[in-house]
């Protein structure tokens, strides 16, 4: 029985994916009329543009001034195995997962460069005992878990006098979450996630520890070019001033350069922070009261602020997966929720992207078609 109603208001816009994720608010083709297509990206202009796109993200996400931007190939997948490539087997590893992106660097770690590697892993919705890391060893890890809605709470279990390096996959958290540099020596993201840019590249961040491995290190295993970063033992300063290893899109360069100017507007990542939080609010509120909807994070500790992982538990249900599927195909359909649904290996149910570029309101006129969506997929099983 269907005695639910449509809902009235419908969201402005309806692009929920985890990435690429929503545009800027307003965004528009024009914005990017300014990106100097068919130059080479080592003219002066090129290299000013890849030079300004390293220091916005350097003041807008408050990286120190002696940590190395640089922008590399390959989205974020590609920044962050550059970092374990170049980085690890110089001492043991410990590799923490807690969705499919983790195990993924798990993979890397184990089965491509044979490392010496305790694994730690927890199930959809939890993060591990980070007490339990040895931070003298390197550490792997994912600060947000964009598949599973789960994120590292802040900084506090990472020793300051630590001894291993820390590499952390921050692309669903940088520029909606606070990261503290300070824990960190190699931090990677791609602007396809939370500024809402385009893919094909990543960028890497190395704090000075980092970039002392780079010189003193050299891993056993051939590297191809394209993670190459030192030259001689000694680190390639052009890749941190905007000189790429190989060639850039100008034009995605161009759109993450006014993803960034928006988030200046704003008053850069405390608004950014802000806007994550007050999404992620919308959605949590909303469900509070439900018995036949829940977050998939376990403990609000450590539930994202970016990635929402929401799972039905109405014991109605007849099957888990085909329901969750035909909930978000239902609200794509209507236009109230694109690219939705749980990731493919993560449990079954809804994903609502409630990153920076996302309008509260939006997220606010969503929830009410969820349960829309719910009410009349369980009166048609
Ligand atoms: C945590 C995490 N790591 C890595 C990736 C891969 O990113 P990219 O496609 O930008 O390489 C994603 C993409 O969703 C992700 O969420």
Same mark, same amino acid.
């Given at each position: 029985?269907?005695? +639910?109603?449509? /809902?009235?208001?419908? /969201?402005?816009?309806?692009? &929920?994916?985890?990435? /690429?994720?929503?545009?800027?608010? +307003? ?13 080479? +990206? ?56 807690? !969705?499919?992106?983790? !195990? ?5 770690? @184990?089965?491509?460069? $044979? ?12 993060? @591990? ?5 040895? &931070?003298?060893?390197?550490? @792997?890890?994912?600060?947000?878990? =964009? =598949? ?26 940088? &520029? ?6 300070d824990k960190l020596d190699v931090v990677t993201f791609s602007w396809q996630k939370v500024l809402g840019g385009e893919g094909a590249h990543g960028v890497l961040i190395l704090s000075p520890r980092a970039v002392e491995r780079l010189e003193t290190y050299t891993p056993a295993w051939p590297l191809p070019k394209i &993670?190459r970063m030192t030259k001689g033992g000694k680190l390639i300063e052009g890749i941190f001033k905007g000189e790429t290893i190989n060639t850039p899109s100008m034009l995605a360069v161009e759109d993450y350069l006014v993803a960034l100017k928006w988030a200046q507007s704003l008053g850069g990542l405390t608004a950014l ?26 403990? *609000?500790? =450590? ?9 039905? =538990? ?12 035909? @909930?978000?195909?239902?609200?794509? $359909? !209507? ?11 993560? *449990? ?22 969820? !349960? ?10």
């Open positions: 029985m269907t005695d +639910h109603a449509i /809902p009235a208001a419908r /969201p402005e816009n309806p692009r &929920f994916s985890s990435g /690429p994720c929503a545009k800027i608010p +307003h965004y528009s083709l024009d914005m990017l009329s300014d990106a100097p297509l068919g130059r080479s +990206h080592r003219a002066a202009v090129g290299k000013s543009k890849l030079a300004e796109a390293i220091e916005l993200t350097r003041a807008v996400l408050g990286v120190p001034a002696d940590y190395r931007i640089g922008i590399v190939p390959g989205s974020d997948t590609g920044a962050v195995e550059m970092a374990m490539w170049t980085l690890l087997g110089a001492r043991p590893v410990e590799m923490l997962a807690w !969705e499919s992106f983790g !195990e993924g660097w798990v993979t890397d770690a @184990v089965k491509q460069l $044979k490392l010496d590697a305790t694994v730690r892993k927890a199930d959809y919705g939890k993060i @591990v005992d980070l007490a339990e890391v040895d &931070f003298d060893k390197d550490v @792997v890890f994912t600060w947000n878990g =964009t =598949t599973s809605g789960v994120r590292v709470p802040n900084g506090d279990a990472i020793p300051a006098d630590r001894a291993g390096l820390t590499i952390c996959d921050a692309t669903s958290a940088a &520029f909606a979450m606070d990261l503290p540099w &993670f922070i802000a806007r994550a939080d007050a999404n992620a609010g919308a959605v949590r509120d909303f469900i509070a009261d439900k018995d036949w909807i829940a977050d998939l994070a376990e403990d *609000p500790a =450590t539930a994202s602020t970016t990635s929402v992982c929401l799972k039905f =538990t109405d014991p109605a249900i007849k099957d888990g997966a085909a329901f969750a599927k035909a @909930v978000a195909k239902r609200l794509e $359909k !209507e236009g109230v929720a694109l690219d939705a649904g749980a990731y493919r290996d993560a *449990p079954a149910g809804l994903r609502i992207w409630c990153g920076s570029t996302v309008e509260t309101a939006d997220v606010a006129a969503l929830m009410p078609w969820v !349960e829309w969506a719910y009410r009349a997929e369980l009166a048609a099983q």
